[in-house]
């Protein structure tokens, strides 16, 4: 079985332009989360779909982020336009139950670097 | 102010010694508790937690964990350590259980080396 799956796996791009990072879960996982860590701090929580709606997005640092998931498959989190800030790895995450197993199942994450 | 701490960024230990990772986390209930490894390359992997019960919890790949609530500690161990271990280790938990895993929060994580 398929783990979880990042797109791309490092990302290089200047400061004002938009990057897209792509996630595919485990076939089945309703829920998707994306999670951030930067410059070697603790990984952070941005949001979380369960199927293709958004169930929390309060960890999103602002309206340059956009997350989608259409169909309840894949999601797209796109930063647009990029600062400095955002580089980083985000990690991709998904689950079947997380009320009764509690476990995430993560991908490599996507390393972001905004020059 | 609620956080997860892991006070030692980085770990060097001689390939067979004896291995404990610290944690600590300030919440006012008990939280659900994770140790999660990332090797090299590799994504988060889950190495054990704790949602209850008895308080020394094994884990995969020869690890465990004990639950302390009198210290608010969640500390990862093993007795001898292997060259593959090196990676880095993430504590992890859950303030409210596992029905609020958007809620996952991570320390900052402890890199591990090991020295043939």
């Known amino acids: 079985e398929a783990g979880v799956t990042q797109f791309p796996s490092h990302s290089v791009i200047e400061k004002g332009q938009t990057v897209t990072l792509r996630c595919d879960p485990i076939?089945?996982?309703?829920?998707l989360y994306w999670y951030r860590r930067v410059m070697g701090k603790e990984i952070k929580f941005l949001l979380h779909f369960v199927k293709e709606s958004k169930q929390d997005e309060s960890g999103m640092p602002n309206n340059r982020f956009l997350a989608e998931r259409t169909g309840g498959t894949y999601s797209t989190l796109k930063v647009q336009p990029a600062e400095l800030e955002d580089s980083g790895v985000y990690f991709c995450?998904?689950?079947?139950?997380?009320?009764?197993?509690?476990?995430?199942?993560f991908g490599e994450g996507s390393r972001l670097t905004v020059l | 102010a609620q956080s997860v701490t892991q006070p030692d960024i980085h770990i060097t230990v001689s390939e067979g010694a004896s291995l404990e990772l610290r944690c600590n986390y300030s919440y006012g209930a008990t939280p659900y508790l994770f140790w999660y490894v990332q090797s090299p390359g590799q994504g988060l992997q889950l190495l054990l937690k704790?949602?209850?019960?008895?308080?020394l919890v094994q884990g995969i790949k020869g690890f465990e964990a004990e639950f302390k609530r009198s210290q608010s500690s969640f500390n990862l161990r093993k007795p001898s350590v292997h060259w593959s271990d090196a990676a880095e280790y993430f504590c992890?938990?859950?303030?409210?259980?596992?029905?609020?895993?958007?809620?996952?929060?991570f320390g900052a994580g402890t890199r591990l080396t090991v020295k043939p």
């Open positions: 992890a938990v859950v303030p409210l259980g596992p029905r609020n895993n958007n809620d996952m929060r």
């Open positions: 995450a998904s689950s079947q139950d997380p009320a009764n197993t509690g476990e995430l199942f």
């Open positions: 704790y949602f209850s019960g008895d308080t």
């Open positions: 076939s089945g996982h309703d829920n």
